[in-house]
């Protein structure tokens, strides 16, 4: 499931780092596992166990999730897929991505990052996406 994968990913990264040493994971988001793509919410299950359940700070995904649908965007765009993300715009989780300017048109606009602060290592993060996602 995707919690359970996400869980081990955790622990994975904890046994890492010594306990004493603050650490940051910025998971990515979860588009094609059955977990999700079964969920009653689809891609919305994402945001109560990357936030509410693991506790993380933000989220990295390709930047078509910008054009998908009821998410942002112009849904009436042939290229668009018809996916509700609506559950993912939550100002306690924003979606971080670097390198692509996102207009004030889009809904995503307001739950996105440019950079992650992080408070317990005192990193900035970017998240820079490839042309090609």
Same mark, same amino acid.
Not at 54 to 83: E, I, K, N, Q, R
Not at 84 to 100: A, E, H, I, K, M
């Given at each position: 499931? $995707?919690?359970?994968?996400?869980? /081990?990913?955790?622990?994975?990264a904890?046994?890492?780092v010594p306990p004493s040493e603050p650490s940051v994971v910025i998971p990515?988001?979860?588009r094609r596992t059955a977990f999700v793509q079964m969920h009653p919410l689809g891609l919305n299950v994402n945001g109560?166990?990357?936030r509410d359940i693991m506790g993380w700070? $933000?989220?990295?995904?390709?930047p078509s999730v910008l054009a998908t649908g009821s998410a942002g965007g112009d849904s009436s765009s042939s290229s668009a897929v018809s996916h509700d993300l609506s559950g993912l715009r939550r100002r306690d989780l924003p979606f971080l991505l670097t390198n692509v300017a996102i207009p004030p /048109?889009? %809904?995503?606009?307001?739950? /996105?990052?440019?950079?992650?602060?992080?408070d %317990?290592?005192?990193?900035?993060?970017? %998240?820079v996406a490839d042309s090609d996602q």
């Amino acid at each position: 499931t $995707c919690v359970g994968g996400v869980a /081990s990913f955790a622990a994975h990264a904890r046994h890492l780092v010594p306990p004493s040493e603050p650490s940051v994971v910025i998971p990515l988001l979860d588009r094609r596992t059955a977990f999700v793509q079964m969920h009653p919410l689809g891609l919305n299950v994402n945001g109560p166990v990357l936030r509410d359940i693991m506790g993380w700070d $933000c989220f990295a995904a390709p930047p078509s999730v910008l054009a998908t649908g009821s998410a942002g965007g112009d849904s009436s765009s042939s290229s668009a897929v018809s996916h509700d993300l609506s559950g993912l715009r939550r100002r306690d989780l924003p979606f971080l991505l670097t390198n692509v300017a996102i207009p004030p /048109s889009n %809904s995503w606009r307001y739950y /996105s990052e440019i950079v992650h602060f992080d408070d %317990s290592t005192g990193l900035a993060v970017m %998240s820079v996406a490839d042309s090609d996602q």
